[in-house]
């Protein structure tokens, strides 16, 4: 379909916004693109952001997903510091913070996720911070420095890895989690124990099992994070990194069906058929897994982006993917294949003491459902493949570092 | 600035400019070339650059070393050849300027 009088606008322009506009392009699509983001700069990548930007390794312009110039050329009318603010599903129309109106023939809801807030007294002291976007990495990165104190609440990945990249810059850093281990939501316990005493070795301060009562400051700068045990855990900022809600306020205000994110099929599309939603706003299904669920990675953007384009455009959805994520802290790699549905045997392959190894979790019929690579991306590879072929493997073979990942997934 | 030639796997050339010290990878996804994913953004992550090396080019460009995080990341990607390369693992060079690739079938 590259007819063009089909007019497609996309709302929010950040990762699966930017990459579903690119798509259709390289798909051909001839018709109208308007790409609409409540940010002040072009769609960029936010992974860096915790990691290389951070720690001063990779540039601004690097961030970019495609030069500015690129809009023009492939004729996407990108319009930055703009917001939606409100569907109407009937009239087909969007109308945004601006007082305009924009019709569509087709709608793609790409409007991520925000950092979630807890309600703690002491939030709006300067010096207290969040991190999704460029703007909030920019003031991160002005807090750290040698003899600077960061307090990360929250021990999930972005909290993690900013503290690898504030020890990287000299500051110091201590990480505050409510749950008895780091990552508890989204890793097993030998990957949490294996990455507390990781940045236990670089220096970074853990306090697991501790819950927070309050941010102090004095003159309204923050001074400290009080505990609910009473202690004071001194700093000079306080990074909040306590999980991600999705933005699908304006799709429920439309009728559209959430559920904790914007539902949607395989195509992307969500309850109304002109309108597609993608990447972390998005509740999904997972085929091989037999499950919906939200999913904030920059692959799965990508694999919903790629879908919304096929629909629009007029072809068959693509093959389902494994969902994958990797994440980096000091120089440790982080790979991670599928979701430990299910499992119920954890198998290491590899020596974790030599921090090089993969964790396979296998379902009771050895189905393997998720590996989880460090320092080994031979088996984050191969762990894709043995996923997606729903492979089962005996937990000897796994073990045995003689049979090659090869071997292991043919 | 340096140009590249990408070969889509229907055959169809793509002749873009590079910039000398980025990437491969980065000249096909700044011109939006179909077939390079590059889903990591360079991070040498998710294989989905994947190239196969014109046979002239190969001596300058050269292999990924054995056991380096490339040449692990290619041991799994989808159809490798000999001359296979991750397109974010190569930077520009002038020595480079007329470089040809071609693409794989897929990169998933
Ligand atoms: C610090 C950090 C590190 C990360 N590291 C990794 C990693 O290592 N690997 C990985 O796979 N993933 C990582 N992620 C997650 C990944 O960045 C996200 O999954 C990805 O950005 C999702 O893309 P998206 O387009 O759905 O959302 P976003 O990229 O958040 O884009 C949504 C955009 O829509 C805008 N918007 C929202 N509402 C409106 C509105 N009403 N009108 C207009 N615009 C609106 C937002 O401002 C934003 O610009 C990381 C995220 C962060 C924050
Ligand atoms: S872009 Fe991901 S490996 Fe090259």
Redesign the interface.
Known sequence: MSDTTTSVVIAGAGHAGGSAA?ML???GFAGAITLVGDEPIPPY?R??LSKAWLKGEASAESLA???ME?YTT?NIDLRLNTRVTGIDPAAKTVSLGSGETLSYDFLILALGARARRIPLPGLDLDGVLELRTAADADKLKAALGPGKRLAVVGGGYIGLEAAASARGLGAEATIIERESRVLARVACQQLSDFFERFHRAQGVTIEVSAGVAALEGVGGKVTGVRLSDGRVIPCDAALIGVGAVPNDEIAQAAGLACDGGIVVDLSARTSDPAIFAIGDCTKRPLPLYGRTMRLES??NA?EQAKQAAAAIYGRPP??P?VP?F?S?QYDV?L?IAGIPFDATEIVVRGDIAAGKFALFHLAEDGLVRAVEAVN???EF??G??IIQRGKRLTADRIRDMAVT??EL?S | MPKITFIEHNGTPHTVEGTIGRSVMEAAVNNNIRGIDADCGGECACATCHVYIEPEWLGKVGLPADGSQEASMLSFAAVTQPDSRLSCQIQMTAELDGLVVRMPEGQH
Do not use: I, K, Y
Request: net charge positive; proline share 18%; hydrophobic share 40%.
């Open positions: 690119a392009r390289q798909l990548e992974p860096p997903l495609r030069p690129f492939a920059v692959p990508l693509p093959p993917e994958w990797w980096d790699r790979q080994a991306s031979t590879m191969g894709r493949r990942m090869q997934a």
